[in-house]
């Protein structure tokens, strides 16, 4: 079982195949939705059907395909798999598999490489937050990472109470030293998300806690964690860590959604002032081809056809002949994946963009130049 990272999304996004095509199965197998096994075996029978009609009878393909139903139907450890990820190739030899905490779109794509789009879109879509809960007393820090806890920690520290003292001390003290005893309380809590921070780092946290405490926490909070800090909200500390990890979701969700808008921005006054952007599939392609592309945006799902050239790796709309190298090109179902390939393959970075308006009208494919 392999990782999901971004140098796994870009070793399989620079495999080819040789001898043979890459055949490459996204399927969801959420326990929520698919009870049984059967469940999702009906999905995967589907999408094998339809890819060997398209291979018309070809028996390397078919062997991949056979390969790829057995190991499904096998079984699938589902107490922490949600979406299946799977490549095989004969020639050179490549059987991957990932298990993702995430549910992805079913898809079985027959192609000379890996279909990668839905890896990249994850990455895009899960980066690793924090979620910091504090009271008075009591303080929890969890560390998701594709959505799953990864990394939790505890802080207890019982408030001083007048009943301890037996009356030695008048109650205006015990207030004085309790309100001490929450400050620094509060500054461990902190000290304790930034020692975590060090350790595993994170991109985004949340701070869940009163607004007095929470604007206490984050005056003790580092300076690289108060950069952080992406949304405050009313969960109480003791919520269970359900409920604080769907919370969390629907802000890294708004806080994606905001990301995504704003490259589109970027994008569309590029394309305006017509410099530093591209918009459409084939004024893409032509920057991908002179490597003049820094961040590639495409609609999630967005497909078409078009021309790939295995010499010089040239992207295409239109062939035979390879206007870089002179090579005869292969025609591909889907030229965007190609795109998206050769762009990861350049080191560009790469953001699929979920239901965004404004990127549709402008081709649902564009990119931010370099020069």
């Given amino acids: 079982m392999t990782a999901l990272t971004q140098e796994t999304v870009r070793s399989l996004a620079g495999f080819k195949g040789e001898d043979g095509p890459v055949v490459s199965l996204y399927l969801d197998v959420d326990g929520r939705r698919y009870v049984r096994p059967r469940d999702y075996e009906v999905h995967l029978e589907a999408l094998l059907r339809q890819a060997a009609g398209r291979v018309d009878g070809d028996a390397a393909t078919a062997a991949q395909l056979q390969r790829i139903e057995s190991f499904v139907k096998a079984g699938v450890d589902r107490s922490r798999t949600r979406g299946l990820a799977v490549f095989s190739c004969r020639s050179p030899e490549l059987w991957e598999v990932i298990h993702l905490p995430v549910p992805v779109r079913n898809q079985l794509v027959v192609n000379t490489g890996p279909h990668v789009r839905q890896l990249e879109a994850v990455l895009d879509e899960y980066e690793r937050f924090a979620v910091l809960l504090a009271d008075k007393q ?207 393959a350049q080191s560009c970075r790469v953001a699929v963009v979920v239901g965004n308006a404004d990127l549709d009208v402008m081709g649902r494919i564009g990119a931010l130049l370099r020069f």
């Fill in 138 to 344: 009591r303080a929890r820090l969890f560390v998701f990472e594709l959505g799953e806890l990864v990394e939790k920690s505890e802080l207890f520290d019982r408030l001083p109470r007048h009943e301890d003292d037996r009356g030695d001390r008048s109650r205006d003290d015990v207030r004085d030293h309790s309100a001490e005893a929450a400050h620094q309380h509060l500054r461990r809590a902190a000290q304790v998300a930034f020692e975590m921070f060090k350790a595993q780092p994170f991109e985004h946290l949340i701070l869940g806690a009163p607004e007095e405490i929470a604007k206490e926490v984050e005056r003790e909070l580092h300076s690289y964690l108060r950069d952080r800090i992406r949304a405050r909200l009313s969960i109480p500390v003791g919520a269970s860590e359900a409920a604080v990890r769907q919370a969390a979701l629907d802000v890294e969700q708004q806080v994606e959604r905001a990301k995504e808008a704003e490259l589109v921005e970027r994008l569309r006054n590029a394309v305006g002032a017509r410099a530093g952007g591209v918009a459409g599939l084939a004024g893409t392609v032509a920057a991908l081809t002179e490597r003049r592309v820094d961040t590639l945006l495409v609609s999630e799902g967005y497909e078409a056809p078009g021309w790939r050239c295995h010499s010089c790796s040239h992207v295409a709309l239109k062939g035979r002949a390879c206007p870089v190298c002179g090579r005869e090109m292969q025609q591909v179902d889907d030229v965007v994946e190609e795109a998206v390939d050769e762009a990861l």
